[in-house]
C-alpha cells in the first residue's frame, strides 16, 4: 500500500464517517459522543493516525476526535465527542460521584456472574476499576436481567437453533 498524502488521509477519514453515519452532526447535537466501528476504514497509515486526528481535531473545534483500540487491540473504534456535551456530561457525572454510592466494572461483572452466570465483552475495553454511579450500576444489572430473561424464555436458543445460553 502506497502512503497516500496527510490530506488525502483526512478527506478519506471525512468520506468514511458521511458513509458509516451520516447523521453524524444530528447525532451529536444530541449525543455527547458517538462510537464509529473503524476496523473497515483502510485510510489508517502506520504512525499517521494520531496526525489526521490533529487536522481534524483543528479543522473541527466543537468536536475532539480519537481512535482507540478495543477488544484487547484486535478492533479499533472512532470516537467524536460533542466537547461542550461531554464537558457537560462529566461535569453531571462528577456531582453524581461525589454524592452518590460508587460501583467498579470489576463488581458489575463479578455481580453479573455470580447472580446470572454471564461473562460480557465489556471487559476487553472498559477499565475494570473504572467508576460506575449507582443509577448506572443498577441500569447495567437491569439490561442483562432483562436479557437473561429473553434467553431463558427461549430455552437458551435463538430463532436459528443457535445457543445462546447453557
Known amino acids: 500500500m502506497t502512503d497516500m498524502s496527510l490530506a488525502a488521509q483526512v478527506s478519506s477519514l471525512i468520506s468514511f464517517i458521511k458513509q458509516e453515519r451520516p447523521n453524524i452532526v444530528n447525532e451529536l447535537e444530541k449525543h455527547a459522543e458517538v462510537r464509529i466501528d473503524a476496523d473497515n476504514f483502510n485510510g489508517w497509515y502506520y504512525g499517521q493516525e ?43 457525572r462528577e456531582l453524581e460521584l461525589i454524592n452518590k454510592p460508587t460501583h467498579t466494572y470489576m463488581e458489575l461483572w463479578q455481580k453479573l456472574n455470580k447472580d446470572y452466570g454471564v ?32 434467553i431463558r424464555k427461549n430455552n437458551g436458543v435463538d430463532d436459528k437453533n443457535n445457543i445462546l445460553w447453557r
Do not use: W
Not at 489526521?52 to 473504534?77: C, I, Q, W
Not at 475494570?128 to 442483562?144: C, G, H, N, R, V
Open 119 to 150: 461473562q460480557t465483552s465489556s471487559t476487553f475495553h472498559h477499565n475494570p476499576s473504572a467508576i460506575l454511579t449507582d443509577s448506572e450500576f443498577q441500569e447495567q444489572l437491569a439490561f442483562y436481567k432483562a436479557m437473561c430473561e429473553i
Open 50 to 92: 494520531q496526525k489526521v486526528l490533529d487536522v481534524m481535531n483543528k479543522r473541527y473545534p466543537k468536536y475532539l476526535f480519537e481512535h482507540v483500540t478495543v477488544y484487547g487491540g484486535n478492533a479499533s473504534d472512532l470516537y467524536i465527542s460533542n466537547r461542550e456535551l461531554k464537558r457537560q456530561e462529566d461535569k453531571r
